[in-house]
């Protein structure tokens, strides 16, 4: 599945073209970090002196302050210091994506803060990975739209939280990513594999730092090409350097994809399961799969 040189990829996902140091997360100060924290209900009005405090006696930044006295844990902290080092949420009623891509708008709902306990259990399984050009999967099994949800929500969360990052819908029998981001599925993983694209497809979202490789035009041949190799070599040869990749597959009843062939090389992968509906023995053919080709699994997430 090697695919031919990427060198016409747009500048803005090269290595260091488009100013893609400016994209990584950094704190500005303990100022704008509290007014964050407070105006997102991570902490209330009251406990700001006493972070302060703490932080200015300790010699800590102000995140680093208010999780070694408890106020904060270490995922809220490093949301709220990306907040602070420049990521922008979209307004409510944004129409360029959709409204289910819930951590674009409200990093403080539930929903939000679900993905980034993913996201944990992600990086901690890929460990050994490369932290700034990780490869990660969404692997749905009967998740249905829910999965694809999922993994919109979680590129979200990555490129606001690690920086520069690409999603690729690998879903060709149903592609959904496209609809999601509102971006139009004309040219993408299809055309990739098959040779046709000249130049590397895939469209920047509304939110900044994430980029989408739609599903494509799928015919059978290209659907074909998924199964032959490991899409982490298919990655490797886009020469995409600091962005990390996120892959959403999905299997369907019936069906017997060897992903354990297809994601040989990957850091992590997430499964996404629907109660009641996930037959037992699909799930653990899969996991067997993946088990033998070495791929960490950082967990089942019941949709």
């Given amino acids: 599945m090697r695919l031919r040189s990427t060198a016409g990829a747009p500048p803005h996902m090269m290595p260091g073209g488009g100013g893609t140091a400016a994209l990584r997360p950094r704190v500005r100060d303990n100022h704008s970090f509290a007014k964050l924290a407070v105006d997102h209900g991570f902490l209330a009005e009251s406990d700001v002196n006493r972070v302060d405090v703490h932080s200015r006696t300790q010699g800590l930044p102000f995140h680093e302050a208010a999780v070694e006295l408890g106020m904060l844990d270490s995922e809220a902290a490093g949301l709220l210091a990306a907040l602070a080092g420049g990521f922008s949420l979209l307004p409510a009623g944004d129409q360029r994506i959709d409204p289910l891509v819930v951590a674009a ?9 679900k993905i980034r306990t993913v996201r944990a259990k992600l990086k901690a399984a ?19 739209d829910e999965a694809a949800t999922m993994a919109a929500n979680l590129a979200v969360v990555l490129a606001q939280m690690d920086g520069p ?26 055309e990739q594999l098959m040779g046709s694209a000249a130049l590397l497809p895939a469209a920047k ?16 041949s290209a659907s074909s090409m998924i ?3 490991p899409l982490a070599e298919t990655a490797n040869g886009w020469g995409l350097k600091e962005t990390s990749m996120l892959f959403y597959l999905a ?9 354990g062939s297809i994601l040989a090389g990957f ?27 070495g791929v960490p699994i950082a967990g089942t997430v019941i949709a």
């Fill in 105 to 113: 708008f409200d990093p403080t709902s539930p929903y939000a803060a």
């Fill in 126 to 144: 890929s460990k050994a990975g490369d932290p700034s050009s990780l490869r990660l999967a969404v692997l749905s099994v009967d998740g249905g």
């Fill in 165 to 190: 990052t690409m999603l690729i819908d690998v879903d060709m029998g149903n592609p959904s990513l496209d609809r999601l981001f509102r971006v139009a599925n004309k040219s993408g993983l299809a």
């Fill in 205 to 220: 979202t509304a939110i900044e730092g994430l980029w989408l490789m739609t599903a494509g035009r799928a015919s059978g």
């Fill in 227 to 229: 199964t032959r190799g």
């Fill in 251 to 259: 299997e369907r009843k019936g069906e017997q994809t060897p992903f």
């Fill in 267 to 293: 850091d992590a992968v997430a499964i996404v399961a629907r109660r009641g509906g996930t037959v037992i023995a699909d799930m653990r053919r899969i996991i067997d799969d993946l088990d033998r080709q």
